[in-house]
């Protein structure tokens, strides 16, 4: 099994610096084929 992090190197910087969670109020995009894009304020990231 292989594990993805939940909190990756770039969402935990930003979770300690600003106190925030950049997927908190991120607009969505969902692609036909399920490809799933969160964005907000330059952050990015896709599942």
Do not use: K
Request: hydrophobic share 35%; net charge positive.
């Amino acid at each position: 099994m292989h594990r993805i992090p939940i909190v990756d190197g770039n969402i935990r910087w930003r979770w300690l610096q600003r106190g925030e969670l950049p997927g908190y109020g991120a607009q969505v995009t969902i692609a036909p084929g399920g490809e799933t894009t969160l964005s907000r304020d330059g952050w990015t990231a896709t599942f």
